[in-house]
Every structure is written in C-alpha cells, then in structure tokens.
C-alpha cells in the first residue's frame, strides 16, 4: 500500500508537468480564416446603412426583363395560364 502511494506521490507532478507543457491551439484556431474575411471588407458599415428593397413595382421589374432578354437575343416565355384536361384511357 505504501509502494503505491509513494509511486502514485512521485507520478502526479510529472503527468501535471505534460498537461501544463501542451500548446494552448484553440485559443488561436480560427484566426488566419477571421482575419482574412476582414481584410476583404470595403465598408464595414454597410450592413448599418441598409434600408432595405427599392420599391418597384411589378409590371417595371418585367418591363426591364424584356428588354433585357431582348438585348441578348433570349425568348422571353409568356406565362400560360394553368389548363386543367380530363382524359380518358380509351377503354370499352
């Protein structure tokens, strides 16, 4: 019993030396990523200046998509209205 208590007296300061001497990496993980974002910002107050949508209304915002699609050449599809067909199978 002595023998154990003396080794587990002479263990507890060696393991407490190998925790104290193990580098402290997550105090600094995530660093190089969050200032990297931060040196691509322009303004950073921005997000404080929002005021939200430009009021537009519908039939400009399609209006500006036509002559969008117009300039490039693109087909501009007319909405259809839903059609609802009842078919038959053809049996006897």
């Known amino acids: 019993m002595k023998t154990t208590l003396v ?6 300061p060696w393991l407490g030396g190998c925790v104290s001497t193990a580098p ?4 600094t993980f995530g660093d ?3 200032q990297a974002r931060a040196t691509q910002v322009i303004d950073r107050q921005a997000p404080s200046r929002n005021t939200g ?3 537009t ?3 400009a915002v399609a ?4 002559g969008y699609a117009d300039s490039y050449g693109y087909a ?3 909405a259809k209205p839903p059609t609802l ?3 038959t199978t053809g049996g006897k």
Request: glycine share 10%.
């Open 76 to 78: 501009v599809k007319e």
């Open 7 to 12: 080794i587990l007296a002479a263990l507890v």
């Open 53 to 55: 949508l430009a009021a």
């Open 85 to 87: 067909s009842i078919g």
């Open 24 to 27: 402290n990496w997550e105090s």
């Open 63 to 66: 209006g500006a998509m036509k």
């Open 32 to 34: 190089a990523a969050r």
């Open 57 to 59: 209304d519908g039939k």
